[in-house]
Structures are given as C-alpha cells and as structure tokens.
C-alpha cells in the first residue's frame, strides 16, 4: 500500500517562499503521475500541479504558473512543489496525489485515487 506524507507548510508572508515536499513509501511502481492540489476553507479542492512521474511532464493551473515549479526525485520517491511570489490567494490545505490510472485528466482532483494528509500554507498580506 502506497503512502503519502507532505511537509513544508507553514506562515509566510505575500510575496515569499515555500518549498514543499512529499515522500511517497510503499509499492508506487504504477505511478502514472503525481500531483499537488489544494483547498481553501469554503472552497472546492482544486488542482495545483502535476507531474508526469515517469518523463517528468509538468502541468500547471494558471493562477500558479509563472509561480510555482513541481519537480521530483525518482531515486527518493520524493516530489517537491517550490511556491515562489505567494499570494494571500493562495493560502490553503495542500495535498499530494497519486494518479495510477491513464483515464480522465490531470487537472480533475477526483481521478487520482491515493492522497496525503494535507499540509498548511498560509500566506499573510
């Protein structure tokens, strides 16, 4: 069985950084693509970025691109999210994902099918 664990959220100031990361243990040899959603109090859970695990594709929401970079790290089975300029906007629960199935979209948060705890990001203006 797959698990997900992030870390790195925290308090932030508009206009700074964070750096989050997600550790993945377990069997994840079907891992098709990995992702980093979001939600804010109030809000529909909404997609972040992705990234195909296998070539490294990446996909973006526009409000983030420009902003933030999805990388990862196939020998650590860890997938980074480094969030640049924060916006008050952006203040949310942060999730990591795995999507193990070719079918439906990256950017639709109910196709992938094992999820992490969440971290907290909050951004202060």
């Known amino acids: 069985q797959v698990q997900l664990a992030e870390s790195g959220g925290g308090l932030v100031q508009a206009g700074g950084s964070l750096r989050l990361s997600c550790a993945t243990s377990?069997?994840?040899?079907?891992?098709?693509?990995m992702g980093w959603l979001r939600q804010a109090p109030g809000k529909e859970r909404e997609f972040v970025a992705a990234?195909?695990?296998?070539?490294?594709?990446?996909y973006y929401a526009d409000s983030v691109k420009g902003r933030f970079t999805i990388s990862r790290d196939n020998a650590k089975n860890t997938m980074y999210l480094q969030m640049n300029n924060l916006k008050s906007e952006d203040t949310a629960d942060y999730y990591c994902?795995?999507?193990?199935?070719?079918?439906?979209?990256?950017?639709?948060?109910?196709?992938?099918?094992?999820w992490g705890q969440g971290t907290q990001v909050t951004v202060s203006s």
């Open positions: 990234i195909r695990w296998s070539i490294g594709t990446t």
């Open positions: 377990g069997r994840a040899a079907n891992t098709y693509v």
């Open positions: 994902a795995r999507k193990t199935g070719y079918g439906g979209t990256v950017y639709d948060h109910v196709t992938y099918d094992t």
